[in-house]
């Protein structure tokens, strides 16, 4: 039977073949033009199809080993090109084909609970009080203009402010009049806080991120405050939950909401400054306090932070140092080509400080190094380390907003009186997550490549910062040579 049914299916195949063979021989050879033409239509789209696929496989594949090239690439040109907020970098950071953070363990101790704190202050050995100046001379080249939130100091003021006496008043900001102020609750919550945790977002590029691992006792014993403007409230209240407390104050979590009404200045960055530096200004009853970025997760104990950054090492003021660059011209150069600021302005920022005798870093300076990361600030709230925070705010409001190129400066200008401990970079990157902002940052001023252009769009000048970058400089900086900058690492 089964012979049968192979023999009858061997059959019909052998009559289909001599039907094509009889149909092929009676068409002269030829097969039908539509016949012919549907093959080389299918075969051609197919590999058309197929051609496509792998030109675009190549070019993603381009992009993605150029991303990564960029990303590690000592090339400023190339290395500027590389967004790690980017997807693209998330993605290939979790497949292991970035570098990791540059981190290291951190002695901290075992256990918050355990934890000792000093009963006492630290002793006031140089600055016994200090005071401020709180009304703006507003009298400028003899005209009067309305109140600045840093005031109108004068170069000689300035010069002044650095000859350390034990009673010093100086310009630290919050000039009647001059913005950024606080809610009568919010000034009432935080006269309680003692040892706080701060933090800032402004113009909305941040969402508040809750910290972890915080223990019980930290909970109870810091505020944390989130300092923002009205922009970036209202961006948080439309994009997270934001409750009320007892106290009458908004709150995202652990974070306490801040609002400093009508900014003091137009740059974002700027604004940002006055809760960073001035935190001794906003918080006055804090004794202690731990700023970190908007755009960072805490993920260690504040207290495990005080006890390894200050009280072991009997410190006031603790600062990462920078991981790439030793001396603020190295810095500059960066900023520069990264565009973080007007080129000219950094330029003449440099000039000034190089003409009052700031050197580039070397190891006979007694100094880890002149540049910080800024993103983390530990402090005990010393009468000469507000002293020190002042004199930083007072640069930051005179010249560019890059709080880095100040602060080896004032470090420098206060002659060894400033003692800190500038921990390593390994660490700083251990003690935080960091998240992308939410969008970029820019300005109309960061694009600047010649003073010129300020000539041809007045708009471009900040109105109520900087401006000692405008005002005429008692020296001659025509002369004035930057040192030059080996440009060994990449332009972040």
């Known amino acids: 039977m089964d012979n049968d049914f192979e023999r009858s299916v061997s059959s019909r195949a052998a009559r289909r073949n001599q039907q094509q063979q009889?149909?092929?021989?009676?068409?002269?050879?030829?097969?039908?033009?539509?016949?012919?033409?549907?093959?080389?239509?299918?075969?051609?789209?197919?590999?058309?199809?197929?051609?496509?696929?792998i030109i675009w496989m190549l070019i993603i594949l381009t992009v993605l080993l150029f991303h990564v090239w960029s990303c590690q690439s000592s090339v400023a040109f190339f290395s500027a090109l590389c967004s790690k907020d980017s997807k693209v970098f998330g993605m290939l950071n979790t497949m292991g084909l970035m570098k990791p953070l540059h981190r290291c363990t951190i002695p901290v101790a075992d256990d918050p609970n355990k934890v000792v704190i000093p009963k006492r202050k630290s002793p006031e050995e140089v600055v016994?009080?200090?005071?401020?100046?709180?009304?703006?001379?507003?009298?400028?080249?003899?005209?009067?203009?309305?109140?600045?939130?840093?005031?109108?100091?004068?170069?000689?003021?300035?010069?002044?402010?650095?000859?350390?006496?034990?009673t010093m008043k100086v310009h630290c900001g919050f000039m009647r009049g001059?913005?950024?102020?606080?809610?009568?609750?919010?000034?009432?919550?935080?006269?309680?806080?003692?040892?706080?945790?701060?933090?800032?977002?402004?113009?909305?590029?941040?969402?508040?991120?809750?910290?972890?691992?915080?223990?019980?006792?930290?909970q109870r014993l810091f505020c944390f405050l989130m300092v923002v403007d009205e922009v970036s409230l209202d961006f948080i209240k439309s994009n997270v939950t934001v409750t009320e407390d007892n106290d009458g104050g908004q709150r995202v979590g652990i974070w306490r909401l801040i609002l400093l009404k009508h900014q003091p200045y137009d740059e974002p960055r700027r604004n940002g400054k006055v809760p960073k530096i001035l935190t001794h200004r906003l918080f006055p009853q804090a004794q202690y306090?731990?700023?970190?970025?908007?755009?960072?997760?805490?993920?260690?104990?504040?207290?495990?932070?005080?006890?390894r950054y200050l009280w072991r090492g009997k410190h006031t003021f603790a600062i990462a140092q920078h991981k790439h660059h030793l001396s603020i011209y190295e810095e500059a150069d960066a900023n520069k080509r990264r565009k973080r600021y007007a080129r000219p302005l950094i330029d003449l920022h440099m000039k000034i400080y190089r003409y009052e005798g700031m050197e580039s870093w070397n190891p006979n300076k007694g100094t880890v190094s002149d540049v910080p990361e800024g993103a983390i600030i530990i402090r005990e709230h010393t009468a000469l380390n507000n002293l020190f925070s002042c004199l930083w705010f007072n640069e930051v409001n005179l010249f560019t907003p890059r709080d880095q190129l100040s602060f080896g400066y004032v470090v420098y200008r206060l002659g060894g009186t400033f003692k800190l401990f500038m921990f390593p970079n390994c660490e700083y990157n251990s003690i935080f997550i960091l998240h992308p902002h939410t969008r970029e940052h820019s300005s109309k001023v960061e694009?600047?490549?010649?003073?010129?252009?300020?000539?041809?769009?007045?708009?471009?000048?900040?109105?109520?910062g900087g401006l000692g970058l405008w005002s005429p400089y008692p020296g001659n900086l025509d002369l004035v040579v930057l040192p030059p900058v080996p440009r060994t690492s990449k332009a972040g």
């Open 22 to 53: 009889a149909k092929y021989i009676l068409s002269g050879g030829k097969l039908s033009q539509d016949y012919t033409m549907r093959i080389i239509w299918k075969r051609g789209f197919i590999r058309l199809a197929l051609t496509a696929g």
């Open 447 to 464: 694009w600047v490549k010649s003073l010129d252009e300020f000539k041809k769009k007045a708009d471009l000048k900040e109105s109520r």
């Open 289 to 307: 306090s731990i700023w970190i970025d908007g755009k960072m997760e805490l993920i260690v104990d504040p207290l495990l932070i005080l006890e």
């Open 178 to 218: 001059g913005g950024a102020e606080m809610a009568p609750a919010d000034i009432k919550y935080v006269k309680k806080c003692r040892f706080v945790v701060a933090s800032g977002i402004f113009d909305g590029y941040d969402t508040p991120h809750q910290s972890s691992n915080i223990s019980k006792r930290s």
């Open 128 to 166: 016994q009080h200090l005071s401020y100046i709180m009304e703006d001379n507003s009298a400028s080249n003899g005209s009067q203009s309305p109140p600045l939130f840093g005031g109108h100091q004068t170069w000689q003021q300035r010069d002044e402010s650095f000859k350390v006496k034990p």
